[in-house]
């Protein structure tokens, strides 16, 4: 099995971090995980995107060809991606409100309401990024939810993490909601 | 009464002639020697041992670190 | 006594390559004189020395650990070592345009950290070894070998630039006070800090001979009268100062 | 002295590291506590991690005020004792080059890791390339030689950081971790040994430490600070360190030493990898770095097309594998290296091989995919029957 996972959308909506911590999780599991990002020289604002590549073994090459799971945190990024997904069974998972998915592609597509959540919960937008992880786990299983609470442990501290670790509740419950759909 | 004097060593194999230990004597203790020698210039000799006083300038402003002064028993 | 200082040396490698009356042979005189009053041993002190004429004062003439490195870099060199072992005596000895002009950089950076090295700066105000061409150091007007017509770029003036930069002990004097030169060496040894000392030193052969007449007696008979001690500047007007080389120490923090 | 096995710092296990972090975790299990560098894209992670891990093992770092300052006081602390390590990318390794010859002609041993990023000049300083190849080599003045290794995954920058650092201390050379983007900024699993086998420097007292009556051997390197009185000096020197800048044998028995203890040792620093080469492929694949996973991945999908494509994988650049890639190439029809340059690496095997190689190249400051080899060599197959 291996699973290609692309995040993207701009600098500092974490889309770094949340590849960092679904890898984490997937080595937890057992598995071997390679994350990668492309990013500008900026630190904010610019196009950002981040790739996971989950196998049961060594991963020849570590990049996304083709993502199986695309998750999409602004339009320009769900628009530069869309088509680069696996026809046959790839899904996209996209924040609902800052992405409005395109009816021509014939993919499942998950809104999640990641940022309205976080800032409507936590006031901080900054864990939608989690939020939205933690439902595409929960929705396909990718990862174990308990090792993405783990991978979250180990890669965060202080009151980042406890506010993280929360939004990975938000996140399960956001995505058992969208698979009953 | 033991009393002391000066002795002055050149070490003429260290020594380039630059002549600046004796424009710096206020004493005229040192000197040129009459021949040349083989680098090309007259050698530094000590002239009159006897008017030194042991200040020592010769020796701290040998830029070849070519000169000792020492206060010996007379 | 200058053969007590012999056991300091490499004497196998003497006479010095420097130039009759050049100096830098007062000022590596005024350094082993300086440590062997402090009864430092040299076993446990380390010389670090760039590329030009002043770098050869340590290298090879002391016995001792010695790191002759390149052109500018000395500093950064000293730097790692007494990071690395802050049990070395780190003291740096090199010429104007190495620490000054192409090292420079490194000069007020390592004032910056205030470093515990000592910085000995010998300046002739000019490049000696590679056939006299102006330098950061050289004062205005001066003829050298790519100023035929004078120096026109204001000269640096180094104790500043590190007083400025940090430096905790700062000082200047010319090899013609060679008894205040060696207390001052004394003084920088034994700080803890950034010490550095700038020494004036006289370069017969490519300063001399374009632009003062006579023996290198008679340079250093003008140095003298071109420097005026920080007490006596304090009481002069700053025309009056206009052409003179202020010397003493300028911060002893 | 010599190689001996120590407990390595890090708890063994299973870590999820970045390739920078890899590269900081081996060095401090190779035994590095000296580290100076200068903050660059895509490297500086390297320095980051390490003043973490410093803080365990009572590291010193300092950050200089350039790369010139950087590679400077790594020098100095490698003779105070230290095995210094920076990192660095192209920009930074152009300063650093005058002292890297500096180095190299006074034996000291450092760990330079450059983790390549597109050039030249600026150019794209978060994205991958490949075009420091050639400037680790050549890029200062006059003859001497380096070592440089190439990782290609996570775990290989930590393994080979550790084998830098022992090939360092063992010919008193700077050494190469010659990385790219693609490997620095990646995320994987790393495997951490409880022991690790390290090389530690023979001082030997008393021995002239530029000279060895051994031919191309490695003299003892003494230490700062032990009352030796070394004589270190980047100008031309005897065996004791005095310079002897006007005699012409000294300067040609130097050279042709610190050269020589590096070529002649080739075959115990060179070390490749390769796939489907048993079968006398048609096409043989050269890559290196993060391109021979494109490549390794590429060969699989053309093998299964019934092509006969083989992969050689140039773990060590420097020095050059020279017999490993002729022997490999004799029995191929083609050679084709894919490489993120314009060719820096297939020229080298150009000049080995009496025939055309082919230059697969691409600088456009992403790494090579496999469908880009996998297309390249299927229209081949077409065109050259």
Request: proline residues 5%.
């Amino acid at each position: 099995m291996i699973k290609q996972v692309r995040i993207c959308g701009f600098g500092g909506q974490g889309i770094v971090l949340a590849g960092v911590i679904l890898g984490h999780a997937g080595i937890l599991d057992g598995k071997y995980a390679a994350q990668s990002s492309s990013y500008g020289a900026e630190a904010r604002g610019s196009a950002c995107k981040s790739e996971v590549v989950i196998s049961d073994g060594w991963i020849d090459y570590p990049h996304v060809l083709k993502a199986d799971i695309l998750i999409a945190m602004s339009q320009p990024a769900y628009n530069k991606y869309c088509c680069d997904v696996v026809p046959e069974h790839g899904v996209i998972f996209h924040d609902e409100e800052l992405v409005t998915p395109n009816p021509q592609i014939a993919l499942s597509h998950f809104p999640v309401p990641a940022t309205q959540r976080a800032l409507q919960i936590f006031d901080n937008r900054l864990v939608a990024n989690t939020v939205l992880l933690a439902a595409v786990v929960s929705v396909t299983g990718i990862v174990t939810p308990d090792s993405l609470k783990l991978a979250l442990d180990k890669t965060l501290d202080g009151r980042h993490l406890e506010a993280n670790k929360k939004a990975v509740d938000v996140g399960f419950q956001l995505g058992s909601i969208v698979k009953k759909h | 009464m033991r009393s002391l004097v000066a002795h002055i060593e050149i070490n003429q194999a260290w020594c380039k002639g630059c002549q600046i230990c004796v424009e710096i004597c206020s004493r005229g203790v040192l000197g040129y020697a009459t021949d040349v020698s083989d680098k090309g210039f007259r050698p530094i000799i000590v002239e009159k041992i006897e008017d030194c006083t042991g200040c020592i300038m010769c020796e701290l402003m040998c830029p070849d670190l070519a000169i000792t002064v020492e206060k010996v028993e007379k | 006594m200058s053969k007590h200082l012999y056991k300091y040396l490499r004497t196998e490698v003497f006479p010095t390559p420097f130039c009759s009356g050049c100096g830098h042979g007062i000022l590596m005189g005024a350094i082993l004189r300086a440590i062997d009053e402090l009864g430092y041993d040299m076993d446990g002190m380390l010389f670090v020395s760039g590329i030009g004429c002043g770098a050869w004062i340590p290298s090879p003439h002391f016995a001792a650990d010695t790191l002759h490195v390149t052109h500018g870099r000395p500093v950064a060199f000293a730097t790692g070592a007494k990071l690395f072992k802050p049990s070395l005596k780190v003291v740096v000895i090199s010429g104007d345009g190495d620490i000054a002009s192409i090292g420079g950089n490194h000069l007020i950076h390592a004032a910056r950290r205030d470093i515990d090295l000592t910085i000995i700066c010998a300046n002739n105000g000019i490049y000696g070894m590679t056939g006299g061409q102006v330098a950061a150091s050289t004062p205005l007007g001066m003829r050298t070998s790519t100023t035929p017509d004078g120096n026109r770029e204001r000269p640096f003036d180094l104790c500043k630039l590190v007083e400025a930069a940090g430096g905790t002990y700062v000082s200047r004097y010319s090899v013609h006070q060679v008894k205040p030169l060696i207390r001052s060496i004394q003084r920088g040894l034994e700080h803890t800090g950034l010490s550095f000392i700038e020494v004036l030193s006289p370069c017969p052969t490519q300063f001399g001979r374009r632009n003062v007449s006579g023996t290198a007696f008679e340079m250093l008979q003008t140095l003298k009268e071109d420097c005026v001690s920080r007490q006596k500047a304090e009481t002069m007007g700053s025309e009056e100062l206009k052409y003179k080389i202020v010397t003493g120490e300028f911060v002893t923090s | 002295m010599g190689y001996r096995k120590i407990r390595g710092v890090t708890p063994p296990g299973q870590y999820f590291l970045q390739g920078d972090e890899a590269c900081a975790e081996g060095a401090v299990a190779a035994g590095c506590r000296f580290f100076a560098g200068y903050p660059i894209t895509p490297a500086s992670e390297v320095m980051e991690h390490i003043v973490r891990r410093f803080k365990d093992c009572d590291g010193v770092f300092v950050q200089m005020e350039d790369e010139i300052g950087s590679i400077a006081a790594m020098i100095g602390a490698s003779w105070a004792g230290a095995k210094p390590m920076t990192s660095t990318s192209g920009p930074g390794l152009s300063l650093m080059m005058e002292n890297i010859g500096y180095a190299a002609m006074t034996e000291t041993p450092l760990v330079i890791v450059d983790i390549q990023r597109a050039g030249p000049s600026t150019g794209q300083a978060t994205r991958p390339g490949s075009g420091d190849m050639l400037q680790v080599k050549y890029g200062s003045h006059g003859d001497y030689e380096i070592i440089a290794l190439s990782p290609w995954s996570v775990q290989e920058i930590y393994d080979m950081t550790i084998r830098a650092f022992n090939l360092a201390e063992r010919f008193r050379v700077p050494v190469f971790v010659l990385s790219d983007e693609g490997v620095g900024h990646l995320r994987e699993n790393v495997t951490v040994e409880q022991e690790v086998t390290v090389f530690e420097r023979d001082k030997a007292p008393g021995q002239p430490p530029f000279h060895t009556d051994e031919p191309g051997g490695v003299p003892p390197m003494p230490c700062f600070g032990d009352g030796e009185k070394l004589l270190v000096t980047g100008s031309t020197h005897d065996p004791f360190g005095y310079r002897k800048t006007q005699v012409s044998e000294v300067h040609e028995r130097l050279v042709s030493r610190l050269v020589g203890k590096i070529r002649n040792r080739a075959d115990e620093i060179v070390d490749t990898d390769s796939y489907f080469l048993d079968d006398g492929p048609d096409v043989l694949l050269v890559a290196y770095g993060i391109t021979a996973r494109a490549a390794l991945s590429a060969a699989k999908v053309l093998r299964d097309e019934g092509q006969k494509v083989g992969l050689l994988r140039l773990r060590t650049i420097w020095p050059f594998p020279e017999r490993v890639v002729v022997e490999s190439a004799q029995k191929c029809k083609e050679v084709v290296v894919p490489e993120l340059n314009q060719g820096q690496i297939c020229r080298e095997i150009e000049r080995l091989l009496d025939r055309d190689v082919i230059s697969l190249p691409q600088t456009n400051g992403e790494t090579m995919k496999p469908t880009k080899i996998i297309e390249f060599v299927r229209e081949r197959a077409v065109t050259q029957p």
